[in-house]
């Protein structure tokens, strides 16, 4: 069990009456692209805000790099190295794109006021890793000649790309991405497609997906969960849920 | 409707409102007050002001075609001749230079007017950091000036602490003010938001009306000594035995005027002070964090930022200059009362922010420039104060709803390696 960066076990998420999210599992291996699918309303993204802190989960247990993060407030779940994007991009849309990428590394700051009214060269350095950093994410993504231009006037694909990059400078050990290709053409969901395998086998993180692109999810995923109404439905490699009669079922119905 | 009509039933309602504020007036009779016709001269005004409105709506297509033409240029550039940062620095020390030069070179009334002003400016930068970077609306912002104020006065009258170790205690107690405010509005946005700090402030003024023991209520604190410089008093006679006077010490002779000048001195310094200190937090990952909480604190929360410390901040940080400016509006009016710090005082300030432009420091100043001199320059039209206020705040609504300067995003350049 040593070598599973994110284990999610008996999740259970009820609002008031409704039972979003029923007993859900889930296994992250380090360097593994794991993905989450199901049909509209199965509550993925619930099973995604219960395991990132902002929802907390009725009951189960989240356990991340051997720590219990369950009831945990998001912003210190996010300092633990699992970092999140949004279904419908929430980038600071009125910020230039550097300035999301300087926000996005506030843990890694500089935060002595002194230090940064008098500008001393630790506080300068600081700041100039930074800038590197971001640098560096947004020549990976493309965007590097979008630096300062305000984030709400980039393109939609540019934005998805930007969210990403952002996740990528707090130097996550785990990535979840909520719908990434949601709104892509087909060439950009093809060059997100390769982002996602170069950060696993690159960078070495894990990254954790869900997505309604059957393409996208079979093609990288190296585990896949199917969640149906909120329970569970299946698990298994890409090969093997394609070959599920139940799954077939929830997809596309009984015949 | 046609033009025509549409433009008559304006110029009716005109009529109708205007008659009743500007055609009317009370005066009293004996005991009883009757309503008597104005004079003619504002008669006149009426009825320009009905012709003006019926030409407007007549001829509302050109008109709204011309300040749509206004609208295009979006932003106001500042001129190009600034552009490199050495020119801007030059420019910078020009503009410090010639204010610290103003008061030797014009009136005591001016000099007093510019302090008043810079205070508003201190006071502006203040709240600018609240409401246009962290985006919380607080109203009620004037009850940490009168945290400020009333804590030299108060400090004064019982300890006898002088206006230089008051100064900074203030600020400290303001910014405390500021932190247990948070606490329990950090839930809160938008209008809930608003509402709680207009109560804050409220609360405030009325404690200090009201705790007649220690602040003497209504009747206010006076006799609050002026600032004195390194220990040197601008009376005409020192205070007690053993003080020298300025006039004194550099042998020259009294006058009242090197006080109006010292305060205003004093003042531009610690305007000076508030904008190196608040531009340098912008640049900063504080800075930053305030922003990107004001555009999406999900989004923030998801990075690692947390939402409670950073807005705690923004309350401290921005009471602080507030409590600042409190103490040495105490200093220089040498008396204060509850009656300074009413919520109209609150909105004044918001108002600079708004007109200026959210965020931008230097649509700030011109903003509260704008908002002390102008009424000041306008002493007769008085009465109409407010009225200009609101129109002036719908025009700016309609025209440039993103303020005189809107804040613009600093440049950062990237090294390429």
Known sequence: MTNNLLTVKDLTMRFGGLLAVNGVDLEVKEKQIVSVIGPNGAGKTTVFNCVSGFYIPTAGSVEFRGKELRGKPGHLIAR??????????????????????????????????????????????????????????????????????????????????????????????????????AGLNPNETKALDELIVQLRDEQGISILLIEHDMGLVMGISDQIY????????????????QANPDVIKAYLGEE | ???????????????????????????????????????????????????????????????????????????????????????????????????????????RGAVDIATLTLIYVMLGLGLNVVVGLAGLLDLGYVGFYAVGAYSYALLNMYFGVSFWVALPIAGGLAALFGFLLGFPVLRLRGDYLAIVTLGFGEIIRILLNNWTELTGGPNGIARIPKPTFFGLEFNRRPSEEGATTFHDFFGIGYSSEYKVMFLYLMALVLVLITLYVIRRLIRMPIGRAWEALREDEIACRSLGLNPTTIKLGAFTIGASFAGFAGSFFAARQGFISPESFTFIESAIILAIVVLGGMGSQLGVILAAIAMTVLPELAREFDEYRMLLFGLMMVLMMIWRPQGLLPMKRPHLELKRD
């Open chain 1, 226 to 241: 199917v969640v149906n109404q909120g329970e569970p439905l299946a698990a298994g490699t890409p090969a093997e849920i």
């Open chain 1, 80 to 181: 633990e190295g699992m970092v999140r994007t949004f279904q419908n991009v929430r980038l600071f849309k009125e910020m230039t794109v550097i300035e999301n990428l300087l926000v996005a590394q506030h843990m890694h700051a500089e935060h002595n006021l002194l230090k940064g009214f008098f500008m001393t060269p630790g506080f300068r350095k600081n700041e100039q890793e930074m800038m590197d950093r971001a640098a560096h994410w947004l020549e990976r993504v493309g965007l590097l000649e979008f630096a300062n231009r305000e984030a709400g006037n980039l393109a939609y694909g540019q934005q998805r790309r930007l969210e990403i990059a952002r996740c990528m400078v707090t130097e996550p050990k785990l990535l979840m991405l909520d719908e990434p290709a």
């Open chain 2, 1 to 107: 409707m046609s033009r025509v009509t549409s433009a008559f039933v304006a110029a009716l309602i005109t009529l109708v409102l205007g008659g009743f504020l500007l055609g009317m007036s009370l005066t009293s009779e004996g005991i009883n007050l009757v309503v008597e016709t104005s004079t003619t001269g504002k008669m006149t005004v009426l009825f320009v002001g009905v012709v003006l409105v019926f030409l407007l709506q007549l001829f509302r297509e050109q008109v709204g075609s011309f300040t749509s033409k206004m609208r295009s240029d979006e932003r106001m550039e500042l001129p190009s001749f600034l552009r490199t940062s050495q020119q801007q620095r030059m420019w910078t020390m020009f503009v410090i230079a010639g204010l610290v030069l103003f008061p030797f070179i014009s009136s």
